[in-house]
Structures are given as C-alpha cells and as structure tokens.
Nanobody, 126 residues
C-alpha cells in the first residue's frame, strides 16, 4: 500500500499563489506516476496535472496550463503543485493520486490511479 498526505491548501485572493505538497509513504517503489485532481461542489473529480516518476514527463489540463506547475522531490517522495494566477474557478478540494503504471501520467481519468490522499481545500475569492 501507498499512503498519500496532502498539505498546503488554504484561502487566497484571485491572482495569488499557493503551493500544494503531497508526501508519499509505504511501498513507494511501486509508484510510477503521481498527479493532482480536484473536485468542486456538485462537480465530478477532474484531472489537473501529473508526472511520470521515472522520466519527469508532465501533463496538464488545458484549464491550468501556463499557471500551474507540477514538480517532484525524489529524495522526499514528494510531489508539488505550484498554483499561480489563481482564479475563483480553481476553488475545489485538491487530491493527490498515485499510479502503479507509468502511462497514467497522461491519463486524465481518476480510475487510472490506484492510491488517493484525503484532499486539501483550496478556496479562491474574487
């Protein structure tokens, strides 16, 4: 099993920045892709960004491209999501996810991921 713990959510005004962190523990050697999803009230969970843990290739949703950056720290088994130029429509619970399949980094379906964190709330005011 792999455990994921997110941190860094909070409240921010539009145009501001936040950085989310996701620390993985447990059988992390089985993880080949990690990503971020978000879910706003009344909406389905949607893909935000992901990376291939082996070669660091990244994939972004069009809605966040150019504003959000996903990165990793191998030594800490941690993935980050730097969110700049935040908009009210970015308000959601953000979930970290991990997959045992490297190709999942470019798969936007939640079902492509095996492990999930508990989520962290991000609220952006206008």
């Amino acid at each position: 099993q792999v455990q994921l713990v997110e941190s860094g959510g909070g409240f921010m005004q539009a145009g501001g920045s936040l950085r989310l962190s996701c620390a993985a523990s447990g059988r992390t050697f089985s993880v080949y892709a990690m990503g971020w999803f978000r879910q706003a009230p009344g909406k389905e969970r949607e893909f935000v960004a992901a990376l291939n843990w082996s070669n660091a290739r990244k994939y972004y949703a069009d809605s966040v491209k150019g504003r959000f950056t996903i990165s990793r720290d191998n030594a800490k088994n941690t993935v980050y999501l730097q969110m700049n130029s935040l908009k009210p429509e970015d308000t959601a619970v953000y979930y970290c996810a991990a997959s045992r399949y490297s190709g999942s980094y470019s798969d936007t379906r939640p079902g492509a991921y095996d492990y999930w964190g508990q989520g962290t709330q991000v609220t952006v005011s206008s």
